[in-house]
Nanobody, 130 residues
């Protein structure tokens, strides 16, 4: 089992920044892929950013490229999402997720897809006002 606890959400004005943190505990095998997802009421959850831990390869949704950065502090077992130039449309509940290795080569869309991930945090709200 992997436990994930998000922190750092809140309210910010458009153009501002927030950094989300995700403290992870449990076997590292299940945290080879780490990701951030978001969801607004009435819509499907979407992948925002992902990290393949062994190589450091990162993946981003087009909507956040150049504004969001995913990173990890392995010593602290903590995943981060630095969000800059925030827009009202970034308002959502944000979730941290962890997944085990895959036997197949992963495409960008798969890295940002829910099926790759087995463990989820409880979510944290981010609200961006105009």
């Amino acid at each position: 089992q992997v436990q994930l606890v998000e922190s750092g959400g809140g309210s910010v004005q458009a153009g501002g920044s927030l950094r989300l943190s995700c403290a992870a505990s449990g076997p590292a095998y299940y945290s080879v892929f780490m990701g951030w997802f978001r969801q607004v009421p009435g819509k499907e959850r979407e992948g925002v950013a992902a990290l393949y831990v062994p190589s450091g390869t990162t993946y981003y949704a087009d909507s956040v490229k150049g504004r969001f950065t995913i990173s990890q502090d392995s010593a602290k077992n903590t995943l981060y999402l630095q969000m800059n130039s925030l827009k009202p449309e970034d308002t959502a509940m944000y979730y941290c997720a962890a997944g085990p290795p895959s036997s197949r080569r992963i495409t960008d869309s798969q890295a940002l897809g829910e099926t790759l991930y087995k463990f989820w945090g409880q979510g944290i709200q981010v609200t961006v006002s105009s």
